[in-house]
């Protein structure tokens, strides 16, 4: 496997470190260095598996809540534009009210 890094003129060293490292972590390299690099008892890659299983559905449980957020978000902005636009076709709602009671 190999990495092409293509170099700009103005880029400087650590900008390029940083691009090289996020495409190995994309990659898998380094994981699966770390993986190589020494033996792992059976115990500790069930659990080791078992917390990236966990991590994944917080992740994803974390993205619905956001997403659900915003949903209700834009609905209560719908919700209270819909009643602007009622008082307004109405002529002002309380206004209207307030004068005729005072008409009587």
Excluded: H, W
Aim: charged content about 40%; some cysteine.
């Amino acid at each position: 496997m190999t990495i092409k890094i293509t170099v700009r003129d103005n880029d400087s060293l650590e900008t390029v470190l940083k691009r090289f490292k996020r495409i190995c972590d994309k990659e898998g390299i380094k994981k699966a260095l770390r993986q190589y690099s020494y033996y792992e008892k059976p115990s500790e890659r069930r659990r080791r598996k078992q917390k990236e299983r966990l991590r994944n559905i917080r992740k994803q449980l974390k993205a619905k809540n956001k997403a659900r957020t915003k949903a209700l978000a834009r609905a209560k902005v719908r919700a209270k534009a819909n009643a602007r636009k009622a008082l307004a076709l109405d002529g002002g709602g309380e206004t209207a009210a307030a004068s005729t009671s005072a008409e009587s």
